[in-house]
């Protein structure tokens, strides 16, 4: 059955906005796809689903906060002092969404970034939507807040077709009805993190690889914090890299958020 009532004799009106026609051409592709590649839960098998709603319920949330760096454990989520002046950070700290440990989440992330199954953005965003209201991440920042993501280089946005943390940063933002601005660009390529087991080596792909766009040069973030999403972090060298230059902006506060640590 095609979704909705499609009538191909007859060409669109004159006053039909060109929005809606891609917006029918969508509803005929995601049809066609399901139609010669049926969806099925990677966790029970069910049809119909990438995830269905029982197994994205099983994914177990961070039920605490912690400093990143060191994993002591902390009511606020920040980075411990220590850590902070050992490693003379910029972020005030990186918040973990859910167990990277857990065997589904794994396949979920890989398909989501690898095999560019771009639906799966809305789960993922649903297990971070959890960790902080369980944790009460966002009641106990106060004042304004800005989700950033961190950006693609454009030859790699154009080769995966959307970017991962860009679409979990605008899903949170239309969630708790928080500005969402992807104030960073990605002017180099680097080679994925994940690809690299060194944390030297880590740091030195990533240093330099990101700007502030044109358009927020004089963006004033002096009363905001600024929170950089991303999907997975391993030791936190993109992050902090991120913090880095946005810290040029002046905000009050920055952290990351991820899906979860790899």
């Known amino acids: 059955k095609l979704p909705g009532k499609l009538m191909f004799s007859k060409p669109c009106p004159s006053g039909v906005a060109p929005q809606a026609s891609l917006s029918v051409f969508g509803k005929i592709r995601d049809w066609t796809l399901d139609l010669l590649f049926p969806r099925f839960c990677a966790g029970c098998g069910k049809e119909g689903f990438f995830i269905c709603p029982e197994c994205l319920k099983k994914l177990p949330r961070q039920k605490s906060v912690s400093c990143f760096f060191c994993q002591k454990r902390l009511g606020d989520g920040f980075v411990c002092r220590k850590c902070k002046e050992k490693y003379h950070l910029k972020i005030d700290g990186i918040f973990v969404a859910a167990d990277w440990s857990d ?89 994925p993190q994940m690809e690299i087991k060194d944390k030297k080596t880590r740091q030195e792909n990533i240093f330099g690889a990101f700007k502030i766009k044109t358009e927020f040069l004089n963006l004033d973030l002096r009363d905001k914090t600024v929170i950089i999403v991303d999907d997975v972090s391993t030791t936190g060298a993109t992050l902090l890299e991120c913090a880095k230059i946005l810290k040029i902006l002046k905000p009050k506060r920055i952290f990351g958020l991820v899906v979860a640590r790899g």
């Open 103 to 191: 065997p589904l989440l794994r396949e979920i992330i890989y398909l989501y970034k690898y095999s560019f199954i771009k639906e799966l953005g809305k789960e993922l965003a649903e297990i971070i939507s959890d960790f902080l209201i369980i944790q009460r991440i966002l009641e106990n920042l106060d004042g304004a807040k800005i989700f950033a993501p961190v950006p693609l280089f454009k030859r790699r946005l154009i080769w995966r077709g959307f970017n991962q943390a860009g679409i979990l940063a605008e899903r949170l933002g239309k969630k708790f009805e928080i500005e969402f601005k992807e104030i960073l660009e990605r002017p180099r390529a680097t080679f």
